[in-house]
């Protein structure tokens, strides 16, 4: 892949986790972690920390996300999903799904298989 991993990815934005015990894990991001807790719907949690990062957690009646299988995704911060994701393709990774993008704040982000088989994802993060 071209340029550095300096140029390529820009940090750790994004960490979600699909669990059986979501009401263990959200009291455990916000008491014991003490994660500040921005938003929570049903079984989704969102975890917003300091310098913009997120923690989310999916309980067992989600269904949009039956795909973190493999244990808490990672979400690797990229300027732009849609480029990063054509790089990593033409290097033979396997992306599950469309990428999508949450219109209101230009996030974006795109789920594919590392090659141990775990499920994470590139992620841009709100346009400026």
Same mark, same amino acid.
């Given at each position: ?21 979501? $009401? ?12 500040? !807790?921005?938003? #929570? ?6 975890? +917003? !920390?300091?310098?913009? %990062? ?9 269904? #949009? ?17 849609? %480029?990063?994701?054509? !790089?990593? #393709?033409?290097? /033979?990774? #396997? ?14 982000? %795109? ?7 775990? @499920?994470? $994802?590139? @992620?841009? /993060?709100? +346009?400026?």
């Amino acid at each position: 892949m071209g340029g550095s991993v300096d140029t390529f990815v820009k940090g750790l934005a994004w960490v979600g986790t699909r669990t059986d015990h979501y $009401e263990q894990m959200v009291a455990f991001y916000r008491d014991t972690l003490r994660l500040p !807790l921005d938003h #929570e719907e049903g079984e989704f949690a969102i975890f +917003k !920390l300091a310098d913009g %990062s997120k923690a989310e957690v999916f309980g067992p009646s989600d269904t #949009e996300h039956t795909h973190f299988s493999t244990g808490p995704v990672v979400g690797f911060l990229v300027d732009d999903v849609r %480029s990063a994701r054509k !790089l990593m #393709e033409a290097d /033979g990774i #396997e992306f599950i799904g469309p990428a999508h993008e949450w219109e209101p704040t230009g996030e974006a982000w %795109s789920h594919f298989r590392a090659p141990n088989g775990y @499920v994470c $994802e590139i @992620v841009q /993060g709100p +346009k400026r």
